[in-house]
């Protein structure tokens, strides 16, 4: 994929003992607790094996942790003991399938693609811009595990808008603040861990205001039920195994966003360079910009050499989900 993932699998049939084999880029799928996945690092590079016995389903993993690698890391003990490290992150080194738009950003007209996660104001002016009929102000989430039997088997059948095929699957609502983060403006919203590229689809569906009333607008948002119905139920496709750069749910990924570090970093000894070649050069060759630091929006204002580390590592000290997240860096 577009991080230079690599992935093989093989598929069983229903009735064989090895249900799936995957080799490569490998996710562990950890049962749904905050406090089992939280400790489970992504881009692990290996071999994972998914066998059912009987009612007994086995995974087995063997991985190793590939990607972002630390340079240098010195130990510091006084008061408090702490590290400082260097960690290099090339531009390619995306944190993939976390974060997400709820709608197609191609309708966001004269801001997409700059359009900036962290910047209220312009999120507050895309949404007021939308027509009520597609504007959410309530959005669940859901995923779809290809090869496993759901959690909640009376949960959704969804068909996907704009798929003519007739064919519903049964999906499994997550949980905001558990599961994902929504950010206030309902524009985008960040999983807590990784989306399987190879096992997992995910769709949302939600509510608009309609005369002051939250109202199901289906042709827009969708049905955002919590369980099945006899009705046709239907949301809208945000990512899955097929989802390529010629689909229409590409866009829908957010992949501007580098992670950094997590709950244990102090945010204040953050500092960040960007460069570009092999002689790590700061400044830009033409246009207004004096460091790549200021083109890309993560100067400080009245210092181009200075990262603004206040403003552009999510979460910030303002956001509600603070304690709950690991550092993220949002690129324009």
Same mark, same amino acid.
């Given at each position: ?19 799936? $084999? +995957?080799? &490569? ?8 607790? /905050? *406090?089992?996945?939280? =400790?489970? @690092? #992504? ?100 995923? $779809? +595990?290809? &090869? ?8 959704? /059948? *969804?068909?996907?808008? =704009?798929? @003519? #095929? ?167």
């Amino acid at each position: 994929d577009a991080s230079n993932n690599i992935s093989l699998v093989y598929r069983g049939t229903p009735r064989q003992a090895l249900q799936q $084999l +995957q080799v &490569g880029n490998v996710s562990f799928d950890a049962p749904a607790s /905050r *406090f089992i996945t939280a =400790g489970i @690092p #992504s881009g692990n590079y290996g071999l994972q094996a998914i066998g059912r016995i009987g009612p007994l389903d086995i995974r087995a993993i063997a991985a190793q942790q590939m990607g972002n690698v630390v340079q240098d890391r010195d130990f510091e003990i006084g008061d408090s003991a702490y590290s400082n490290g260097r960690l290099d992150i090339a531009d390619w080194q995306v944190e993939a399938r976390r974060f997400f738009f709820t709608v197609d950003p191609r309708l966001f007209r004269g801001e997409y693609p700059n359009v900036d996660l962290l910047d209220r104001a312009q999120l507050a002016r895309i949404a007021s811009a939308l027509p009520d009929t597609l504007r959410p102000v309530k959005v669940l989430v859901y995923r $779809l +595990q290809y &090869g496993t039997q759901p959690q909640n088997p009376n949960g959704p /059948r *969804f068909r996907v808008l =704009g798929d @003519p #095929s007739p064919a519903r699957q049964t999906y499994d609502l997550l949980r905001e603040g558990v599961d994902y983060y929504m950010d206030p403006s309902q524009l985008w919203f960040a999983l807590v861990r990784p989306l399987n590229p190879t096992s997992e689809r995910l769709v949302v569906a939600y509510y608009v205001r309609i005369g002051g009333r939250d109202t199901v607008w289906t042709t827009t948002g969708g049905t955002p039920d919590v369980q099945a119905t006899a009705a046709d139920q239907w949301a809208n496709l945000v990512s899955d195994p097929g989802v390529g750069p010629g689909s229409p749910a590409f866009d829908r990924e957010i992949r501007s966003v580098y992670r950094i570090g997590g709950e244990d970093m102090a945010r204040s000894s953050v500092q960040l360079r960007v460069f570009a070649g092999a002689g790590e050069q700061e400044r830009p060759i033409a246009g207004p910009a004096q460091t790549y630091l200021q083109m890309f929006g993560l100067a400080q204002a009245n210092n181009s050499e200075r990262f603004d580390v206040e403003n552009r590592v999510w979460p910030r000290p303002s956001d509600p989900n603070i304690n709950n997240y690991s550092r993220i860096i949002r690129v324009n």
